[in-house]
């Protein structure tokens, strides 16, 4: 047994020096320095300390989608330099193992874990049957397998830990620090194992994933997860009051049933919800009391949706409004002297210029042909398109895009906001509607509603600043380093591979105390059998001879591999 777990440290160790090594050797170098495969030195003399670090708190803020194109629209709209001025230090490459333009969730598994993977997985190793040709193919062992992330190495280092964001909790940027499935749209079961994971605070939308069908959720599994979290001891507060009286102690704050209010619609369409400043805030204030530390990331989750929609004022508004949680973070780290504040989008969305087709006199571009448009909107375009409802007449449209964009839109406008509409079959109508108006009525250019795959830039507030041109690889490998934390050490720690310690049931009718078995008798509860223990899937629990242990870290079942992971203490717990 002793044997077979070396032999799984080495291989994940030499697993991770590959898929490293692929990504330019400054990622293996800075990864190597971090790279201690056992916890004990090799005469045996004395464990070897964890590594020193200086810094106690790492706070992460993403703003999902943009470029620093959006940081110089944002600038001229709000006249006045941004927070993130004083802190460029240096670019991002984004690319995932499938293609050269990433997604959210392969962006934040390479940033949370250190990994680069395929589109659409959430901190789980790659699919290798689809890889960029400038890659190396991934081993056959690091497929499906899922990958300690930065928020949990912090929590086995006794640090706490919290997730603010402004869609649902489950949404690929916050799932991939807590969470391990190779399809992100499967929130029902990211949902799960984040409530599983003993976060400390997590503040989003996304109320309905908690919740089973038979009580007005979108659950399948008949689970009710905001009964479990209030069994786990967490507060549960629905809106910006209750959130800002909280003093200490565990929480999930969940604002929305699906996303939150974007912050420009917040004063007229959900006027309870707390901002992104305000959630950064007290994110901060709640896990600062913990003397050991913590790990904090807050995505300015809406960001992408200005760029996916083309709306420059939905763009520069969740930008500023991000902006402001990045000065919270900021004057946070500078009271406290061991914080960092590390700031960068995990890619651009929308490919937005300033200046563009339409703006063919770009020699005498004024201020107010940039901003002059967009001073006079009041919503975004999902709050414009939610005021012309139903009512598609030429006239309503003209009326509500007047009202609350200030701007006369021409009947060429009408009729091709209503072509790429479609009666529904084409673009959602807010897409439809921020497509046309910018074009026709700013000088802000677009290139794709989809993702762009050029670099981003990176942001830095605090000691040892992070510079220079970096891999989203290498962020992960720096926040552990600077946080003293192994990332190697927490992968055999937390991810097992069942077979590498146990044998799978021969059939002979009785599960001996190293056989295991997937009990798969409640296809959504699956549950895995150890001898007489039980370890329910997706869950950190243990339950044998009726007594239940909680465990440092997750159950996680890969069905394309069949294979299951479990945290290294079970092999002690089930003798
Ligand atoms: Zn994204």
């Known amino acids: 047994m002793e044997i077979k777990k070396t032999d799984f440290l080495l291989t994940l160790s030499i697993i991770g020096l590959l898929l490293l090594g692929t990504v330019g050797s400054a990622v293996a170098v800075r990864s190597d320095s971090n790279h201690n495969i056992d916890i004990t030195d090799s005469a045996g003399c004395k464990p070897l300390a964890e590594p020193e670090a200086k810094i106690k708190n790492v706070i992460v803020l993403v703003p999902d989608g943009c470029s ?20 460029v230090t240096g670019t991002v490459s984004t690319y995932s193992t499938d293609s050269v333009i990433t997604d959210s969730s392969s962006a934040a598994t390479a940033f949370a874990t250190g990994y680069k993977t395929t589109n659409g997985f959430i901190s789980v190793g790659p699919s290798n049957s689809t890889v960029l040709s400038t890659l190396e193919t991934p081993p056959e062992k690091l497929q499906y397998r899922p990958l300690a992330t930065v928020l949990e190495a912090s929590k086995l280092k006794g640090k706490a830990t919290g997730l603010v964001v402004t869609v649902r909790a489950s949404h690929a940027t916050p799932a991939a620090f ?33 919740v089973p069908v038979s009580e007005g959720g979108v659950r399948t599994d008949g689970e009710n997860l905001t009964k479990v ?16 009286n909280l003093t200490s102690g565990k929480v999930w704050g969940i604002f929305a049933s699906g996303h939150m209010a974007s912050d420009i619609n917040r004063p007229y369409l959900a006027p309870n919800q707390p901002s992104l400043e305000q959630m950064t805030g007290k994110a901060v204030n709640l896990l600062s009391q913990n003397k050991k530390g913590f790990f904090l990331m807050v995505e300015g989750s809406q960001v992408d949706g200005g760029g ?13 409004a991000f902006d402001k949680a990045v000065k919270v ?13 590390l700031v960068f989008p995990d890619h651009n969305t929308g490919g937005m210029t300033i200046g563009s087709y339409s703006d063919s006199n770009y020699m005498s571009t004024t201020v107010e042909d940039v901003i002059g448009p967009l001073k006079g909107m009041k919503l975004n375009s999902i709050g414009v398109a939610s005021k012309i409802g139903k009512n598609l007449s030429s006239e309503n449209i003209k009326t509500q895009i007047k009202t609350w964009w200030g701007i006369d839109a021409t009947d060429d406008d009408v009729t091709e906001i209503l072509k790429l509409y479609n009666n529904g079959k084409g673009f959602p109508l807010d897409y439809a509607l921020s497509e046309v108006i910018s074009r026709n009525h700013t000088v802000i250019g677009w290139t794709t509603h989809g993702h762009d795959g050029s670099d981003v830039p990176l942001w830095a507030y605090g000691p040892d600043r992070l510079t220079g041109h970096v891999d989203n690889t290498e962020i992960a490998g720096y926040i552990a380093k600077e946080m003293g934390l192994d990332l190697n050490r927490a992968n055999s720690r937390l991810f097992v591979e069942a077979d590498d310690v146990f044998s799978k049931d021969n059939g002979d009718g009785k599960l001996d105390k190293n056989e295991y078995i997937l009990d798969m008798t409640n296809s959504s509860n699956p549950v895995l059998r150890i001898g007489d ?26 069905p394309v591999t069949g294979k299951v992971y479990i945290p290294a203490e079970v092999i002690s717990l089930s003798k």
Do not use: C
């Open 68 to 87: 620093q194109s959006l940081e110089t629209l944002a600038r001229w709209y709000s006249g006045k330099p941004l927070e993130l001025d004083n802190m």
């Open 178 to 210: 807590a969470a391990h499935v190779y399809e992100r749209d499967n929130e029902n079961e990211i949902m799960k194992q984040m409530v599983y994971e003993n976060i400390d605070v997590v503040f989003g939308g996304g109320s309905s994933y908690l």
């Open 229 to 244: 979290l209030l069994d786990r001891g967490y507060q549960y507060v629905d809106d910006r009051d209750k959130v800002m």
């Open 308 to 320: 996916h929609a083309n709306d420059p004022i939905y763009s520069v508004t969740e930008f500023l």
């Open 329 to 341: 973070a900021v004057d946070f780290a500078k009271k406290d002297g061991h914080t960092i504040v």
């Open 533 to 558: 223990a039980k370890l329910p899937v997706d869950e950190n629990i243990l339950v044998r001879n009726g007594i239940t242990h909680e465990l440092e870290g997750i159950v996680v079942y890969a």
